[in-house]
């Protein structure tokens, strides 16, 4: 029971904050991705699984090979998250990468697909850090 428990805390949980993450946006409770209200309807549920395997996986891997999600880690997953975001935040502005509407378009879809994984690696790599601290791996990795 105790190694169930194990798997539960250190890989469900991560891809079960990431499907509530998603939903309250999906609801309109909260705004955290940019995004084209007709890609969420559409690929929505796509970029939830994958923001939950991004998860799963980030946490799982973190803590069952010793690797800390550090702070190079962090800032990566936070440079792809804005790389990734800048079709969104263009497109407010009129601008289109000089693409046409519809390379546009399925540029944004893939960059709306990559932000629910980028989301997912990030809660997952933090949940790995606080559950490597609890368990007393060491201190905060630099």
Same mark, same amino acid.
Not at 127 to 134: E, I, K, R, T
């Given at each position: 029971?105790?190694?169930? $428990?194990?798997?539960v805390?250190? +890989?469900?949980?991560?891809?079960?904050?990431?499907?509530?993450?998603?939903? +309250?946006?999906?609801?309109?409770?909260?705004?955290?991705?940019?995004?084209?209200?007709?890609?969420?309807?559409?690929?929505?549920?796509?970029?939830?699984?994958?923001? %939950?395997?991004?998860?799963i996986v980030?946490?799982?891997?973190?803590?069952?090979?010793?690797?800390?999600?550090?702070?190079?880690?962090? $800032?990566?997953t %936070?440079?792809a998250?804005?790389?990734?975001?800048?079709?969104?935040?263009?497109?407010?502005?009129?601008?289109q990468?000089?693409?046409?509407?519809?390379?546009f378009?399925?540029?944004?879809?893939?960059?709306? $697909?990559?932000?629910?994984? %980028?989301?997912?690696? $990030?809660?997952?790599?933090?949940?790995?850090?606080?559950?490597?601290?609890?368990?007393?791996?060491?201190?905060?990795?630099?």
């Amino acid at each position: 029971m105790s190694r169930f $428990l194990a798997v539960v805390v250190e +890989a469900v949980v991560p891809g079960i904050l990431t499907a509530a993450l998603g939903v +309250a946006q999906r609801l309109g409770w909260l705004s955290v991705l940019p995004g084209n209200p007709a890609i969420e309807r559409e690929y929505g549920l796509y970029g939830l699984v994958l923001g %939950v395997a991004g998860a799963i996986v980030t946490s799982a891997s973190c803590l069952k090979q010793a690797r800390e999600y550090g702070f190079v880690a962090f $800032l990566s997953t %936070v440079v792809a998250g804005l790389a990734l975001a800048s079709p969104f935040i263009t497109w407010r502005y009129g601008m289109q990468f000089g693409l046409a509407p519809m390379q546009f378009a399925l540029l944004g879809t893939f960059a709306y $697909l990559g932000l629910y994984v %980028v989301l997912g690696i $990030l809660i997952g790599g933090c949940w790995s850090l606080m559950v490597g601290m609890f368990r007393g791996k060491g201190t905060f990795p630099l």
